[in-house]
């Protein structure tokens, strides 16, 4: 008879399984392997690059698929390679019409979005989109961009990277500066005359002194000393 020391040991270690399925549980998994390797083979090149989010829903459904008959005695590994092929089956099919028909093109795979244009944030683009300005900005530093009058244009990929065009140094313009901390002395009150940017989407205009008013692109009435630095690569 197993005392509470044995009991507790076995629940800790195998659950409510015996420990011979440990046996059963290696063979399946080494069935699973070869059926994921056959199936990613199938799927071609497309399917294991950087992922779109229908090929991220595949390799979810698939990975669950393959992840529940390796440890449940219940469930069949010939249940699982049927779940296998109606997934690449229905993979196949979407991608035959992905690339036959736009619609289903833009469906599945996203279209991709217009962020920032002649150093302004295109705002209604931008609101569209579940990136936040902090993040963005973070991904326009790492590509050591300070101020936004350096860009071009940015645009958001299908994949969520971000590209970026820049203006040539003779013709990068006055912009909002993007750096940590130059932001935060918003100013409803111009006290020294110049270049200054909207906090908000980003528009530059020339300020007199006195009160700054609103933006003309967008109507928020703070703002921040421009810059016009050139990009340092």
């Avoid at 279209?111 to 993040?135: P, R, Y």
Wanted: some cysteine; aromatic content about 10%.
């Amino acid at each position: 008879m197993l005392n509470f020391s044995d009991l507790f040991n076995k629940e800790l270690l195998i659950g409510n399984e015996e420990w011979n399925f440990l046996g059963i549980i290696v063979l399946r998994t080494l069935v699973m392997f070869i059926v994921i390797i056959v199936a990613i083979k199938i799927l071609g090149k497309r399917g294991v690059k950087q992922l779109s989010i229908f090929e991220l829903v595949v390799i979810i459904g698939l990975g669950s698929a393959a992840g529940d008959p390796m440890l449940y005695r219940e469930i069949g590994v010939v249940s699982a390679a049927l779940v296998f092929a109606v997934v690449i089956l229905t993979y196949r099919i979407i991608t035959y019409l992905i690339g036959r028909h736009r619609f289903f093109e833009n469906f599945f795979e996203g279209t991709s979005t217009c962020l920032i244009k002649n150093g302004e944030f295109a705002v209604k683009n931008f609101e569209k989109e579940a990136l936040g300005t902090e993040e963005l900005l973070s991904s326009l530093r790492e590509k050591s961009i300070s101020q936004l009058g350096q860009i071009e244009m940015a645009i958001e990929e299908i994949s969520g990277e971000i590209s970026v065009f820049f203006y040539e140094d003779e013709n990068v313009k006055y912009g909002l500066p993007i750096l940590p901390g130059s932001l935060t002395h918003k100013s409803k009150q111009i006290e020294k005359e110049g270049h200054f940017a909207c906090t908000f989407c980003g528009h530059t205009e020339f300020k007199t002194l006195g009160p700054a008013g609103k933006c003309t692109v967008c109507g928020h009435d703070e703002w921040v000393e421009a810059s016009n630095k050139k990009r340092v690569s």
